[in-house]
């Protein structure tokens, strides 16, 4: 392959890379988390669903500890 081939085809492909780098989005230096802390505070909505959340999880604890004594039988 000759040099001047080569040459194009890098060209072609930091032209890519310039595009592709233009299309990225920025990122940003914030997480996004920290971005939406306090967005749910004093919100009945959020602390119904959460209090769901917690109950559901302890729905699940019976059965958790239940599975875990038969798999603890000894044969």
Same mark, same amino acid.
């Given at each position: ?5 080569? @040459?194009? &085809?890098? #060209?072609?492909? $930091? #032209? @890519?890379? *310039?595009?592709?780098? &233009?299309l990225?989005?920025?990122v940003? $230096? ?11 505070? /004093? /919100?009945?909505?959020? @602390? ?6 917690? @109950?559901? &999880? ?5 059965? *958790?500890? $239940? ?9």
């Amino acid at each position: 392959m000759l040099s001047t081939d080569l @040459e194009i &085809r890098l #060209a072609a492909l $930091e #032209a @890519e890379v *310039a595009l592709l780098k &233009r299309l990225l989005p920025t990122v940003s $230096e914030t997480p996004w988390w920290k971005k939406i802390i306090g967005t749910f505070a /004093d /919100d009945p909505a959020y @602390e119904e669903a959460m209090q769901f959340g917690q @109950e559901y &999880r302890q729905s699940l604890k019976p059965l *958790a500890e $239940e599975a875990s004594e038969s798999s603890n039988v000894s044969l």
